[in-house]
Nanobody, 116 residues
Framework: QVQLVESGGGLVQAGGSLRLSCAAS????????MGWYRQAPGKQREMVAI???????DYADSVEGRFTISRDNVRNTFYLQMNSLESDDSGNYYC??????????WGKGTLVTVSS
C-alpha cells in the first residue's frame, strides 16, 4: 500500500503562486505513473499534470506553461508548482500514484482557492 498526503493548498490572489506537495509513505521510484488531478465544485475531476512511466510529463491545456510537476525520489515526494493562478484553478487538488503493484492510490486532497 501507499499512503499519499497532499499539502500546500490555501487561499491566494489571482496571479499568485502556490506549490503543492504529495508525500508518499514509501518509495515512488518504481511507480508507473503519478500526478495531480483537481475537482472544482459541481465539476468532474480533471487531470492537471502527470509523470508518465516513460518519465515524460503531460499537462492539461489550461495549465500548460503555468504549472510544473516535479519529483524528489529521495524524499518520496512530488510537487506541483502553480504560477499565475486564475480563479478557474480553484478546487480540490488530489495526487495519485500508480504503484508497482498496478494499483492506483489517491491522497485525500488539498484545497486551493484563488480570489479574483
Amino acid at each position: 500500500q501507499v499512503q499519499l498526503v497532499e499539502s500546500g493548498g490555501g487561499l491566494v490572489q489571482a496571479g499568485g503562486s502556490l506549490r503543492l506537495s504529495c508525500a508518499a509513505s514509501r518509495s515512488i521510484f518504481s511507480a508507473h505513473n503519478m500526478g495531480w488531478y483537481r475537482q472544482a465544485p459541481g465539476k468532474q475531476r480533471e487531470m492537471v499534470a502527470i509523470f508518465t512511466s516513460s518519465g515524460s510529463t503531460d499537462y492539461a491545456d489550461s495549465v500548460e506553461g503555468r504549472f510544473t510537476i516535479s519529483r524528489d525520489n529521495v524524499r518520496n515526494t512530488f510537487y506541483l508548482q502553480m504560477n499565475s493562478l486564475e480563479s478557474d484553478d480553484s478546487g480540490n487538488y488530489y495526487c495519485y500514484v500508480d504503484a508497482d503493484n498496478y494499483t492506483r492510490y489517491w491522497g485525500k486532497g488539498t484545497l486551493v482557492t484563488v480570489s479574483s
